[in-house]
T-cell receptor
Framework: DAMVIQNPRYQVTQFGKPVTLSCSQT?????MYWYQQKSSQAPKLLFH???????NEADTPDNFQSRRPNTSFCFLDIRSPGLGDAAMYLC?????????????FGQGTRLTVV | GNSVTQMEGPVTLSEEAFLTINCTYT??????LFWYVQYPGEGLQLLLK?????DKGSNKGFEATYRKETTSFHLEKGSVQVSDSAVYFC????????????FGKGTTLSVSS
């Protein structure tokens, strides 16, 4: 019963070629997050949506953008991937405003840039 | 700002040994604290959580107590198994303030039989 689903699990893209990663959820959570995780490092928050409100982290490169067309789906667009963008990309969801909540993660998409 | 500091790894133990992974935090509000586990090639799974001071989170033999006086949330397990080998992340959030999940750098645990 996967609740946060990321597609694809593995993505190979060419240097400079736009790529989109997708995330869907069945939890009806109002917050969705995108994290970037490089090898042997902690996940780094790129941005998150609270409902339709977009919140970009200050150090997220302009090359990264996101779309959330509805509650269930969220997309990560990398406009011109560089070799340094190769990483695991993690999508997560949560409910904001609840004390006893946590983030639910998808299995991640591993992006390779060639 | 908020931050999480956890002990450097890797931690290498024999099966049935006692495990402690230290975690301390800095927060301006009243955060919730979490331990997540990541198996190779997988996403993160919530291991346990605590939402207020003195709460103890527990799951699968792992425990951690939210200590406000020492700003700590150390992870412990009395007897580790080979299947516990993974990367463990301490994290905090203040969802009511809209603060997203912030992770420590992770600690790799390797358990041998």
């Amino acid at each position: 019963d996967a609740m946060v689903i990321q597609n694809p699990r593995y993505q190979v893209t060419q240097f400079g070629k736009p790529v989109t990663l997708s995330c869907s959820q069945t939890l009806n959570h109002n917050v969705m997050y995108w994290y970037q995780q490089k090898s042997s490092q902690a996940p780094k928050l790129l941005f998150h949506y609270y409902d339709k409100d977009f919140n970009n982290e200050a150090d997220t490169p302009d090359n990264f953008q996101s779309r959330r067309p509805n509650t269930s789906f969220c997309f990560l667009d990398i406009r011109s991937p560089g070799l340094g963008d190769a990483a695991m990309y993690l999508c997560a969801t949560s409910t904001r405003g609840s004390m006893n909540t946590e983030a639910f993660f998808g299995q991640g998409t591993r992006l390779t840039v060639v | 700002g908020n931050s999480v500091t956890q002990m450097e790894g890797p931690v290498t133990l024999s099966e049935e040994a006692f495990l402690t992974i230290n975690c301390t935090y800095t927060a301006t509000g009243y955060p919730s604290l979490f331990w997540y586990v990541q198996y190779p090639g997988e996403g993160l799974q919530l291991l346990l959580k605590a939402t207020k001071a003195d709460d103890k989170g527990s799951n699968k033999g792992f425990e951690a107590t939210y200590r406000k006086e020492t700003t700590s949330f150390h992870l412990e397990k009395g007897s580790v198994q080979v299947s516990d080998s993974a990367v463990y992340f301490c994290a905090l959030s203040d969802y009511q303030a809209g603060t997203a999940l912030i992770f420590g750098k992770g600690t790799t645990l390797s358990v041998s039989s």
